[in-house]
């Protein structure tokens, strides 16, 4: 079965860390779910998504160990991933980990998905980042745990921003933009675009922004694969749908 799997050609050298954006293809979900649909929370058969999850992670060659995920909620809670036997860690919108085989995931129709590593302390670490997880601040909070936690200066995290939204399709209102320009400033001004009287939102472009405020080097951070909206056989899209749809999976860990 072939699947939509988007890697970080940068991160090939660590050989024992498995991650990935995966899109839609490969699954065995019908109808707006078609196919590789990995939340069990959008009205899919619960049992075409367990047969998803596991075909994939076979397909990326986890054998051991689990994909941790979330009750995401859209706002900054990070939650602490210290037991690699748990499929999901609770209610939040990142986690992060030094468990080897604990892979964790984020699942995401258009928000940003976001990969963390720190190499050198084999540290991996996940954030679900929409509008709402910006206003929250929820990529510059992990930064800064993971600095007051595990010691990791901002400069020797690596992030990268996956599928999601683009300025292309992702049609904001006041009411989205102003909050977010009230927090950020001047860098959300800079990742608003207007066109015919729209107002155009670039989603990843202010993740970028404000990761690299927070200190994370502009070199070590990655965009991988295209707005979801414009890619209707290899994304889902929440926005493009307008109704029931799947969600893809973000994954990251260390084997070993
Ligand atoms: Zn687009």
């Given at each position: 079965m072939e699947f939509t799997w988007l890697k970080v050609p940068q991160w090939e050298k660590y050989e024992t860390l498995l991650h990935g954006f995966m899109g839609r293809r490969g699954g065995k979900s019908v109808g707006p779910y078609a196919g590789l649909n990995v939340s069990y929370r959008v009205g899919d058969d619960a049992k075409i998504v367990s047969q998803n999850v596991c075909d994939m992670k076979q397909a990326v060659g986890i054998h051991d160990g689990r994909i941790i995920t979330m009750k995401q909620i859209h706002g900054d809670q990070i939650i602490d991933v210290k037991d690699r036997n748990i499929k999901e860690a609770?209610?939040?919108d990142g986690m992060k980990t030094g468990e080897k085989e604990a892979f964790l995931g984020i699942l995401t129709a258009d928000c940003v998905p976001i990969l963390f590593v720190a190499p050198e302390e084999k540290i991996v670490a996940v954030v679900h980042a929409g509008w709402r997880g910006i206003l929250a601040g929820i990529a510059p909070k992990m930064v800064r745990l993971l600095n007051s936690q595990h010691g990791i200066s901002p400069d020797a995290i690596e992030a990268a921003l996956g599928p999601a939204i683009g300025p292309c399709c992702y049609e904001v209102k006041e009411d989205v933009s102003r909050p977010l320009v009230e927090r950020w400033g001047k860098i959300a001004e800079l990742c608003i675009e207007h066109r015919d009287g729209k107002t155009y939102l670039d989603l990843r472009r202010l993740n970028r922004a404000i990761l690299e405020q927070a200190g994370v080097p502009s070199k070590k951070i990655y965009d991988i694969g295209p707005c979801t909206s414009c890619s209707p056989d290899?994304?889902?899209?929440?926005?493009?749908?307008?109704?029931?749809?799947?969600?893809?999976?973000?994954?990251i860990g260390w084997a070993s």
């Open positions: 609770g209610e939040g290899e994304f889902f899209s929440y926005r493009r749908e307008k109704k029931a749809t799947g969600r893809q999976i973000s994954f």
